[in-house]
């Protein structure tokens, strides 16, 4: 059975620091990337990267603040998301791509989607 599961997630006050993780199981996924989306608004990429982890993306919103990384022999992924502000509230899904190995910001580039998992930032 194909699994995508967000973990890490959380109410953290503005300025704080968070680490989610996505653990994947069931097949081999290349490209993968975390988004989010916040209440009214549509999903948007937060942070992509490449199945060797060598290229990376950010929205502009999240630059210098959020690094993803991945590691491949234990079928994870992660978000390290530091000096959060109230706007970085949003559920954060875990996406993985069966099809292509390069860095992809793209929802329809993604296949697989975990559940996601709840961040607040308090003000």
């Known amino acids: 059975q194909v699994q995508l599961v967000e973990s890490g997630g959380g109410l953290v006050q503005a300025g704080g620091s968070l680490r989610l993780s996505c653990a994947s199981s069931g097949r081999t996924f290349y490209a993968m990337g975390w988004f989010r989306q916040a209440p009214g608004k549509e999903r948007e990429i937060a942070a992509a990267?490449?199945?060797?982890?060598?290229?990376?993306d950010y929205a502009d919103s999240v630059k210098g603040r959020f690094t993803i990384s991945r590691d491949n022999a234990k079928n994870s992924m992660y978000l390290e998301m530091n000096s959060l502000k109230p706007e970085d509230t949003a559920v954060y899904y875990c996406a993985a791509s069966s099809r292509t190995t390069y860095v992809r910001r793209a929802i329809p580039d993604y296949d697989y989607w975990g559940q996601g998992t709840q961040v607040t930032v308090s003000s």
């Open positions: 990267i490449s199945w060797s982890g060598a290229d990376t």
